[in-house]
């Protein structure tokens, strides 16, 4: 007897706000929705690291054209650091390289976060997915190759303490993109003079998408309308402003051409927008160019 065949993939346009759980890739957080929702294309913004949990959005079908517009982006999180210990990876599924004793007080504590604010150099760590030579940082570290990283500029908008229960810190951080959360911990670990490392992290904010719509595999899994969950394509590019085009340049933008647009003296060019059909359906991003014309950048197929 056969095996009963499994229904086709659906075309399925969206954006799901999930909620990753601890413990998995972002990878697999994605091919378990797109088996739930049984998706045709799928792909995620940006990687979580297994350690960590909290907002991961997931685009699907036409959605996928905007996933990397939060690459770029802000971000915020939740992290706790372990202090006395620093390990292998600078997180807790590294082995331990030193344990020293915490003598922290509150005042050197919110001394050390506040020397972390603003804009500061990072060294990337060797436990990353940083390429050399086409192979990931992470590939030389497992072989015991400690490789020369030069030091990059991130920002740090704002840090604040959450909680401090004896060597246990949690913290609120806004950060730039390219900030790695586990360096911070270890570099605020040595500023204390106690060495630290990062024992969890939850992204609670990308842009100015949080986790409130979010939803985690579990309810995602029971849930009786999937596809309620599911916000539309534009949820990606909220910070940008709207251009509603009236009819003929609504079919102009359809068709791959350019559309004049009577702000543009009042707008700076290269200034990107959110594009609508008259009738306010969702077109894709555009881009005001030199001569004052709303250039189509990247459309969906309505």
Known sequence: MSAPRRAPRRKLDGVLLLDKPLGITSNTALQIARRLLNAEKAG??????????????????????????????????????????TTTTADAEGEVLQTRPVEVTRATLDAALQAHLGVIQQVPPMYSALKRDGKPLYEYARAGVELEREARTVTIHGIKLIEWNGDSV??????????????????????????????????????????????????????????????????????????????????????????????????AVGQRFRAYTDDGRFIGLCQLDTEGYLAPKRLVAL
Request: hydrophobic fraction near 40%; charged fraction near 25%.
């Open 44 to 85: 995620h913004t940006g990687t979580l690291d297994p350690l960590a949990t909290g907002l991961l959005p997931l685009c699907f079908g036409e959605a996928t054209k905007f996933a990397g517009e939060l690459l770029d982006a802000d971000k915020a999180y939740e992290a706790t650091l372990k202090l006395g210990q």
């Open 170 to 267: 949690r913290i609120a951080v806004d950060c730039s993109k390219g900030t790695y959360i586990r360096t911070l911990a270890e570099d605020i670990g040595e500023t204390l003079g106690c060495g630290a490392h990062l024992s969890a992290l939850r992204r609670t904010r990308i842009a100015d998408i949080t986790l409130e719509n979010s939803i985690t595999l579990a309810d995602l899994e029971v849930a009786v309308d999937r596809d309620a969950a599911l916000l539309p394509a534009e949820a990606l590019l909220k910070e940008l402003p709207a251009a509603q085009l009236d009819s003929q340049g609504s079919q102009r933008m359809l068709h791959g051409q350019s559309v004049q647009w009577p702000a543009a003296a009042e707008t």
